[in-house]
């Protein structure tokens, strides 16, 4: 793991493979961000309900990422 945020309900965690998202709901880590040009993951921030993730190509918001979307 390169980077971690957390939210109210759910926990993100960045690595050289993307982005995963561990939710209390679900109780399981599951991928976000598929289809991104970057996969590895150097930082991320969580603001609101959207979750920011710095790569070496730039930085990729996800929005509403808190609410499963």
Excluded: H
Excluded at 1 to 21: E, H, T, V
Excluded at 33 to 57: F, K, Q
């Amino acid at each position: 793991m390169k980077a971690l945020a957390a939210g109210p309900q759910c926990i993100f965690a960045g690595s050289a493979s993307g982005i995963y998202r561990y939710a209390d709901t679900a109780g399981s880590w599951s991928p976000l961000g598929t289809g991104m040009s970057e996969l590895n993951i150097r930082s991320l921030a969580v603001m609101g309900a959207d979750v920011y993730a710095g790569t070496d190509e730039g930085l990729f918001r996800f929005q509403g990422a808190l609410q499963g979307k």
